[in-house]
């Protein structure tokens, strides 16, 4: 008896940029793909490992740049599981930090095609581990936030001044995502909570090899991205966990300025 056929589609994250930080999981599943909807952040590399007789379709997904409208990936994927395809879509970091995959998951679960999901290392992670820094840590950070620092057209965004005092009373970090266009609002709104000595650490291109970094406290932060010309794909990660690394390196700045 012949089994009924099921259309499915398979959410993988292709992790923050380094190709050596993708999971076995998703490799496997980039492997059996016949069809793969890339988004823009995607490392080239992570296309190695598809099939040479895979369709591989760029869909690119950036801030501040010309997008494949999410309505048409949607319809994409729909039509290419009902064709027998094997799926998947691949996504920079985590489908599901940032990445719309709750959004896709709806949309193919309405049309009747299975889902599956593939987690991958959100660029947050990434960016604070290439600085042997924390999330979380006993004495300095009870918790974490992922938050987006860009919202949508018509929605006010995140209320910062109340992000900033919970942040503070219950000892959180804050990492925040696609922040450097609105740099100078967002640290406004965070300084109604949070002292302007707080620690900052600003990373482009988590986890690849021309990652850049700056440190700074919240006070100067919408400073340091304008003269450090930080662009995105960045973090921002506020909190005391950057203190330590913070504080090394305005030593070997101080250093450097000194031996000059």
Request: proline share 5%.
């Amino acid at each position: 008896m012949t089994t009924p056929f099921a259309p499915t589609v398979t959410l993988v994250g292709a992790g923050p940029g380094d190709p050596e930080l993708l999971t076995l999981k998703a490799v496997k599943a980039i492997q059996r793909a016949t069809v793969l909807l890339v988004d823009d952040l995607v490392n080239p590399a992570v296309l190695e490992h598809a099939s040479p007789s895979a369709r591989i379709v760029h869909v690119g997904k950036r801030g501040g740049c010309k997008s494949t409208p999410q309505a048409f990936i949607e319809k994409l994927m729909v039509m290419a599981a009902r064709e027998g395809e094997a799926v998947v879509r691949l996504k920079g970091g985590d489908p599901f930090i940032f990445g719309r995959g709750g959004e896709e998951v709806e949309s193919l679960q309405r049309e009747g095609i299975a889902v599956q999901v593939i987690n991958g290392i959100t660029a947050g992670l990434a960016a604070v581990t290439s600085l042997n820094v924390p999330l979380t840590h006993r004495d300095h950070a009870h918790g974490v936030v992922f938050v987006t620092g860009h919202a949508k057209p018509g929605d006010d965004g995140t209320d910062w001044a109340a992000l900033a005092t919970t942040a503070k009373d219950a000892k959180l970090t804050l990492v925040i995502y696609m922040g450097v266009s609105g740099v100078e609002h967002i640290a406004s709104g965070l300084l109604a909570g949070l002292p302007t000595s707080t620690p900052v650490a600003i990373v482009q291109h988590a986890s690849l090899p021309h990652q850049r970094e700056a440190f700074c406290t919240l006070g100067d932060l919408a400073h340091t991205v304008r003269e450090q010309g930080m662009g995105s794909p960045a973090v921002m990660v506020v909190g005391d966990v950057i203190k330590g690394v913070a504080a090394a390196s305005h030593k070997t700045a101080q250093q450097a300025r000194q031996a000059a």
